[in-house]
Each structure stands twice: as structure tokens, then as C-alpha cells.
């Protein structure tokens, strides 16, 4: 996948939380990506391997009178190759104002 | 101040507050969801994505998933479509009155569809009753009614039985 600035930040919005389960509006949020641009990234991931997507089981939703969503999962494969993607992007400088605070907040 | 907080509180206002923070956000993500293909899990997300929205936001996020359907999903799909109905659409030549042999060729295989002329439908049909094929073969290939195959095929037989 050819790197850009919207991957980047989807990736690291993904590997700031690489084992717990991912929402779409959550990390459209998290991310600063809007939807249109972030779901086609989050379709090529899934083709990829990189995640794996499932629904939320009623018991989750409790008394929450709404319909289940569906959830995004890093997997290993995701893991290692968003991983060397946000490495790789360290060292590009087009994304350095993108890893700036990142850097900073440790 | 009083004034204002009354203004504020008036009905018209809690009326168009509801239907543009309650009722409207719901009903538009409805039809917006249709824009989706039904297998496309993106549909049941979506509806399930807007409980989460908080209230505020709900107009401007149903806004952006509406331009996102037009113009990425709607587009995507409509030029599908115009795709897999140019395949299904008979193959079009160029006509030059003259008989087209590659016209004929392909079309007498059965390889594609192709719209012929009177003159290479027959030379079409002659090709495939040459190389062991019945009217029905003909009717199959040419995609032509039985019938009109039959009499193709007839008629060639007859002609070649004059000759």
C-alpha cells in the first residue's frame, strides 16, 4: 500500500491501541481522517489481512436500544506491516508534522 | 435575557432543533444506506455508527457520509454497472456496408456478441452450418429466434443445393 499521509494516521491511531478492538467513528475521530477517505483505507486493510472485522454481540450492547457495530482488529500480519509503515514513516520527512507530537508524547 | 431564553425555548424552535438534531439525521442515513450495495457490510455500519455520533454532530456526519455516497459509492456503482451493461451489450462494429470477415468470424464462433448485418448474419450461419452446426447452433451463436434460425439455415441449404 502506497503510503500517505491518511494512512499514516489511521495506522497510528490503530497501533496507539494494536490489540483492543477499533470503531469506525472512534477512529475516524482519533485519527483526524474523515470517513470517506478512512474507509476505503480500513476496506484495502481487510483485503490486505491486515484486520479482521466483526459485528458486537447483543450482550455488548446491553440495554442500548441500537443495532450492533461492526469492529476492526489489528491482526499479527496488521501488526508487523502497519508497524513498519509508521517506522517507515518516521524516517520520511513528509510525515514528520504528523509524528512530531507523537514523538513527544513517548 | 428572559426574552431570548423564550425565543430559544419557543416551539418552532424546539421543532426544527428536534428534526434537525433528532428526526432528520435517522431518516437521511436511511436512504443514504440504500445508496450501498446490500451485501456492503458499510450499510448495516453506518446505521449502527450513528447512535454513537453524539447528537450535535449528527447533522454534519450524516452530511459527510451523504457526499461520501454520492460521490465515491454512487459513482463506484454506476460506473459498474455501465461496465457489466457494455459487456452484456452486443459488440459493435464499425459499419462500412461491406461484409466484415472478423465481424463474421467472431460471431459464428460464439466468442461474443456481435450485431451484424443482413449479409454476415447469413455468411455468419453458412460458416457455422459448414463446420457441423444446426439451426439451433446457428440461433444459439447469432442470438437470433429459433425460427429465424431454422429458415437461415434453410434457405443456405437450399441455396447450396442450387449451387
Aim: charged share 30%; no cysteine.
Amino acid at each position: 500500500m502506497r503510503s500517505t499521509y491518511a494512512l499514516v494516521q489511521v495506522a497510528l491511531a490503530l497501533m496507539a491501541d494494536r490489540d483492543d478492538r477499533h470503531w469506525g467513528y472512534e477512529l475516524s475521530k482519533r485519527s483526524g481522517v474523515r470517513s470517506g477517505v478512512m474507509y476505503p483505507i480500513l476496506r484495502r486493510m481487510l483485503d490486505e489481512g491486515w484486520l479482521i472485522d466483526g459485528w458486537e454481540d447483543q450482550a455488548q450492547i446491553g440495554k442500548a436500544r441500537r443495532p450492533p457495530r461492526r469492529y476492526y482488529e489489528l491482526t499479527d500480519k496488521g501488526r508487523i506491516a502497519l508497524g513498519s509503515l509508521v517506522a517507515e514513516a518516521r524516517r520520511d520527512s513528509r510525515f514528520r508534522p504528523l509524528l512530531a507530537p507523537q514523538a513527544t508524547r513517548g | 435575557m428572559s426574552e431570548l431564553i423564550f425565543h430559544v425555548l419557543a416551539w418552532p424552535t424546539v421543532g426544527v432543533a428536534l428534526l434537525v438534531f433528532g428526526f432528520t439525521p435517522g431518516a437521511v442515513l436511511r436512504l443514504i444506506a440504500l445508496v450501498f450495495h446490500r451485501d456492503d457490510p458499510r450499510r448495516k455500519e453506518l446505521l449502527a455508527e450513528l447512535h454513537v455520533v453524539p447528537r450535535i454532530e449528527r447533522p454534519f456526519w450524516v452530511a459527510e457520509q451523504l457526499e461520501v455516497a454520492l460521490f465515491d459509492v454512487l459513482r463506484a456503482r454506476l460506473v459498474i454497472r455501465r461496465t457489466e451493461q457494455a459487456e452484456r451489450d452486443p459488440w459493435v462494429l464499425p459499419e462500412d456496408g461491406v461484409l466484415d470477415p472478423r465481424a463474421v468470424e467472431v460471431a459464428a464462433s460464439g466468442e461474443r456478441r456481435v450485431r451484424l448485418t443482413r449479409r454476415e448474419q447469413r455468411a455468419a450461419a453458412a460458416r457455422i452450418l459448414a463446420h457441423g452446426g444446426t439451426a439451433w447452433t446457428i440461433a444459439k451463436r447469432l442470438h437470433l429466434r429459433y425460427s429465424v434460425a431454422r429458415a437461415l439455415a434453410t434457405s443456405i441449404a437450399i441455396k447450396n443445393g442450387r449451387d
